[in-house]
T-cell receptor, first 116, second 114 residues
């Protein structure tokens, strides 16, 4: 395993189109997170999976956003009817659930979305 | 609403010097405070983290100092190197969401000049 893998690295789309991103976490990690980062800001939490169960969704995740993690392995994040405000870096992260400071969140390099 | 606030926004340090970045928070329910380092085009990478029951933690050239009464914590980078030039984010998490449902600050850009 070389880390958390995200595809594509870059995506340019026209407003109103649908886009889908993929995240492949570290294989033994049972927890998977999606964050969004805009220019000059820190990452913002979007949603979280433990195995295949989506346990939490941020209010930032509007109805146009949907995330899945079938079979508890890779995850996809789909944005329907994209808007210019969706332009951001979408970051995936994974961790092996543990207590205390032992649970380390490892991020992928992200998918940069540009909505024209 | 920014739950964690960082200062200064940017910092220029001479090679070998000490970089100090500060973070302030309001929510006393936060119980886990990590610092992340991010290079352009990459995702954030965990540097060091602390819980509020200790006042200081050191890992190599990186030290977190934590002041619970002031609701502040800081990152010290000793013997700063040009390779440390990056954006640094402080973050905090709230139970019961666990360590990784994080609220991040806006980031500090650190530039280390030779």
């Amino acid at each position: 395993d070389t880390g958390v893998s995200q595809n594509p690295r870059h995506k340019i789309t026209k407003r109103g189109q649908n886009v889908t991103f993929r995240c492949d976490p570290i294989s033994e990690h049972n927890r998977l997170y999606w964050y969004r980062q805009t220019l000059g800001q820190g990452p913002e939490f979007l949603t979280y999976f433990q195995n295949e169960a989506q346990l939490e969704k941020s209010r930032l995740l509007s109805d146009r956003f949907s995330a899945e993690r079938p079979k508890g392995s890779f995850s996809t994040l789909e944005i329907q009817r994209t808007e210019q405000g969706d332009s951001a870096m979408y970051l995936c992260a994974s961790s092996l659930g543990a207590s205390g400071l032992r649970e380390k969140l490892l991020f992928g390099s992200g998918t940069q979305l540009s909505v024209l | 609403q920014q739950q964690v606030k960082q200062s200064p926004q940017s910092l220029i340090v001479q090679k070998g010097g000490i970089s100090i970045i500060n973070c302030a928070y309001e929510n006393t329910a936060f119980d886990y405070f990590p610092w992340y380092q991010q290079f352009p085009g990459k995702g954030p990478a965990l540097l060091i983290a602390i819980r509020p029951d200790v006042s200081e933690k050191k890992e190599g050239r990186f030290t977190i100092s934590f002041n619970k009464s002031a609701k502040q914590f800081s990152l010290h980078i000793m013997d700063s190197q040009p390779g440390d030039s990056a954006t640094y984010f402080c973050a905090a998490s709230i139970p019961p969401y666990g360590n990784n449902r994080l609220a991040f600050g806006k980031g500090n850009q650190v530039v280390v000049i030779p």
